[in-house]
Nanobody, 121 residues
């Protein structure tokens, strides 16, 4: 069983910063991509940032230059540093990872439970 647990959400004023962390645990052989998604009320879930196991990163245009994704492969942790936050960043943020476990071939997608980020104007 694989678990992804997020932490670090909260309420912040516009222009402020938050740091989200996601730790993967369980019977893990390897993790490929680790990603952050977000879902605002009434909107579809969107991919915010991703990082490969070699450190290649991608960002959605709306957060480019403000958010930074990083990971610690030894600890199976992915971090999203969010700076210069805007009210439009308000959403529930979800961690996602492609994980290989001993019981089946290939990498499978796992999700965290989500953490609320609220940015006030």
């Amino acid at each position: 069983q694989v678990q992804l647990v997020e932490s670090g959400g909260g309420l912040v004023q516009a222009g402020g910063s938050l740091r989200l962390s996601c730790a993967a645990s369980g019977a893990i052989i390897s993790i490929n991509d680790m990603l952050w998604f977000r879902q605002a009320p009434g909107k579809e879930r969107e991919q915010v940032a991703s990082i490969s196991n070699s450190g290649v990163t991608h960002y959605v245009d709306s957060v480019q230059g403000r958010f930074d994704i990083s990971r610690d492969n030894g600890k199976n942790i992915v971090v999203l540093q969010m700076n210069n936050l805007k009210p439009g960043d308000t959403a529930v943020y979800y961690c996602n990872a492609a994980v290989r476990t001993p019981d089946k071939p290939g990498h499978w997608s796992y999700w965290g439970q989500g953490t609320q980020v609220t940015v006030s104007s």
